[in-house]
């Protein structure tokens, strides 16, 4: 029996053998699955390849803040536009949750029993029902506001009903370009006064006021430049004419309802992140650097904080890929992103399927690659360098 | 000499309840601030939450003692100033959240299904128990006998999956996926790991595709897309193309998982198991994936628990689950409005659930001291 077989216990025909049997059977699935989709398609009349993307869409998006969206516009606009309310909600809803879920969860650990108690709570309760259902009771509180006749009014200026947020539009005027130029230039040059000042130090032990210069070249040199150029920004506020308002900035009750609960849920898990984050950090690096004589906030801000955002960092990089994947749930309460918009609509009104969510996906893997390779940049750069 | 060898008592202010407080509620004065303003707080807040939920809310009967048959009925429409929650909604429509639509003649089969299930996760959930063993049988078999009594078969009728709804979907779409996904992902990590270059690339671009695209995309793949694939006469059934997506998607997640308990495995297990002349499956099968799984089981509960919520999102697609009862009920004329009950009940249905799975695998991960967590979600 061995001596028949004995080929078949070679270790290396054996690896052949199994690959080339795997790799032929995925091909004629693969053959298979073709052959009839496209005998499906042709039986259903329906056309393959791209060029649907260029035909009028033939529906309006109610919330398309970048782009300006006629019902006559292609479908490849539809896209544009959900890629872009993808990245907005998503990109919005990363930075407010960073920020609630450092605060929870460093309040988490607090040493008020009660405080650190209702944020145990707060965090039970987001983290274990299902997200979808929560941006379903955000909507439908925010639908449930009083109607646009009796909006609710802040300060004169903003006013909130069941149809959004209506703010003042800034309109930027000829000289306010040189304005944000002077702060893109302001930010570069404190970030190279950032690295200069930590060589110093460095090698001479001289200590420089990088915060507030920083401040001094983000904020002052900017608005000096802002009053000299005679103010050119001015605001459209928004007018009550007719049944609804006119003019002036209006966030819709679906961009709101998403941005509330993406970031509310996520920081649930962004605070156990970082409360397990500072805990891991050893007790004795605490009473180290408070026996050296370093301040309190030195203490969190030099040794605990750089330590613990090594163990934060990669699990926080999931968070990040799972609220953008989560921003897909938009869906429920109408909000036109990527998987409404184009996945959705574009979808039902071309019949489109393969193509579509070909596209989709492709999309939502670009971005997940794309969010994963910046921090994992930035995670190679908190990590312990070994000298 | 006997004074000083005597123990003093610590002072009264750091011992018992009263330094229990000074500790961790009035350590110094912002302390203290903090805890009178979150008390302040609470009292704004709890008994008002506390009236509108127990106190003033309708159960059954509005407060004029009538049987609530619909939202003009309750108190809090009837009389908006007094009035708390109605809850009779949840009542009257308790049987459409934990069945859907199936008839009422064959209701007993779900009922069934359920204590079976309880039975079947007993010896799963429970090592220590007596005669784990022929439980486990049953828990081997109860898929197939779920299968025939949910579905019809076997002498009892048939019952389309499109009158299934609420909680039994919830059940059905949650364990069928962990139930499938588990098998599938310890194939998939182990095709990742594997020497075999063509099986890991293929194993390791399934699971990052998976995982890099949302669930809903999945989801319209499972009703949009697989029609299209299969050959004419097999017609497939919402429910089965629905948890063909759900399953995809577990299983890539529950690979993660268990391929991080593969790699805690030390290589001397692999080395050790060689030289006794062990085949790659013994080796495997004997060694290596009862450590392995042993300590990936807490990990694997958070992504279950993950699963469980996730399974909310087949209402997008058509499904009636749990979540979609709710909507539907709120669609109803005769509940209008009442949309913080619905969703309330249905979060404290889940919330019931996905934190008692969030407790079990803490009291796991003590158990099991290994401490390992892959951030899943």
Known sequence: MRSKLGFFSDEKFRSIFFQTLVVGLFALGLFFVINTTSYNLEKRNIATGWSFLNNP??????????????????????????????????????????????????VRLSSNWLLSRLVYIYVEFSRNVPLLLQIILWYSILIQLPRVKQSLQILDVFYISNRGLYSPRPIFESGFSYVSIAIVLALISSFLIKRWAKKRQDTTGQQFPVFSSSIGLIFVIPLILFFILGSPLSFEHPEMKGFNFKGGLVIRPEFIAM????????????????????????????????????????????????????????????????????????????????????????????????????????????????????????????????? | MNEINQVRKPPVATTGIIGWFRINLFFNWTNSLITLFVIYCLYQFIPWILDWTIFSADFKYNYLGEQITNQ??????????????????????????????????????????????????????????????????????????????????????????????????????????????????????????????????????????????????????????????LPEGIDMDGLVRVLVAVTLFQSAYMAEVIRGGL???????????????????????????????????????????????????????????????????????????????????????????????????LYLEKKLKTGINMGAD
């Open chain 1, 57 to 106: 869409a033939g529906f309006d998006i109610s919330f398309s803040p970048f782009l300006e969206f006629k019902s006559t516009d292609t479908h490849l606009k539809v896209y544009f536009v959900g890629v872009l309310n993808t990245l907005l909600v998503s990109v919005t809803g990363c930075i407010a949750a960073t920020i609630l879920g450092f605060i929870l969860g460093i």
């Open chain 1, 259 to 387: 941005f509330l609960a993406l970031s509310i849920y996520t920081a649930a898990f962004i605070s156990e992140i970082v409360r397990a984050g500072i805990m891991s950090v050893s007790k004795g690096q605490r009473e180290a650097s408070a026996a050296i004589g370093l301040k309190q906030t030195w203490i969190m801000r030099l040794i605990i904080i750089p330590q613990a955002l090594r163990v934060i960092v990669p699990p926080l990089t999931s968070q990040y890929l799972n609220l953008t994947k989560n921003s897909s749930l938009g869906i429920a309460v109408g909000y036109a992103d990527l998987v409404h918009g184009f996945g959705g609509i574009s979808l039902n009104q071309t019949g489109q399927a393969i193509e579509c969510m070909a596209i989709v996906m492709a999309t939502y893997l670009s971005i997940s690659l794309t969010i994963s390779f910046f921090m994992n940049i930035y995670n190679r750069s908190i990590q312990f360098k070994e000298k």
């Open chain 2, 72 to 229: 003009e009925m309750c108190s809090r429409n009837l009389d908006p100033e007094n009035g708390g929650a109605c809850w009779a909604v949840i009542y009257v429509r308790f049987y459409q959240f934990i069945y859907g639509f199936y008839p009422k003649v064959e209701v007993w089969r779900v009922n069934v299904a359920y204590v079976m299930l309880a039975v079947a996760l007993l010896p799963l959930l429970y090592t220590q128990l007596p005669y784990r063993k022929y439980f486990l049988y049953f828990t081997y078999i109860f898929p197939v006998i779920a299968y025939f009594l949910l579905n019809g078969g076997l002498g009892f009728t048939e019952v389309s999956t499109n009158k299934w709804g609420g909680l039994l979907v919830t059940l059905v779409l949650g364990c069928t996926g962990i139930a499938l996904a588990f098998p599938i992902g310890i194939m998939l990590a182990l095709g990742r790991r594997s020497k075999l270059p063509v099986i890991s690339m293929m194993c390791t671009l399934f699971i990052e595709f998976i995982r890099g695209v949302p669930l809903i995309t999945l989801l319209f793949f499972g009703m949009v897309m697989l029609p299209l694939f």
């Open chain 2, 263 to 361: 790699q805690a495995i030390p290589p001397g297990q692999y080395e050790a198991a060689k030289s006794l002349g062990m085949s790659y499956w013994r080796m495997n099968l004997l060694i290596v994936l009862p450590q392995a799984i042993r300590i990936s089981i807490p990990p694997i509960v958070n992504t279950s628990i993950g699963l469980f919520k996730d399974t909310t999102l087949v209402i997008i697609v058509g499904i009636l689950d749990l979540l979609g009862i709710g909507r539907g009920t709120l669609a109803d004329t005769n509940w209008l409005g009442l949309s913080y009950e619905i969703y309330f009940f249905v979060s404290l249905v889940f919330f019931i659930f996905t934190f008692g799975m969030s407790r079990y695998s």
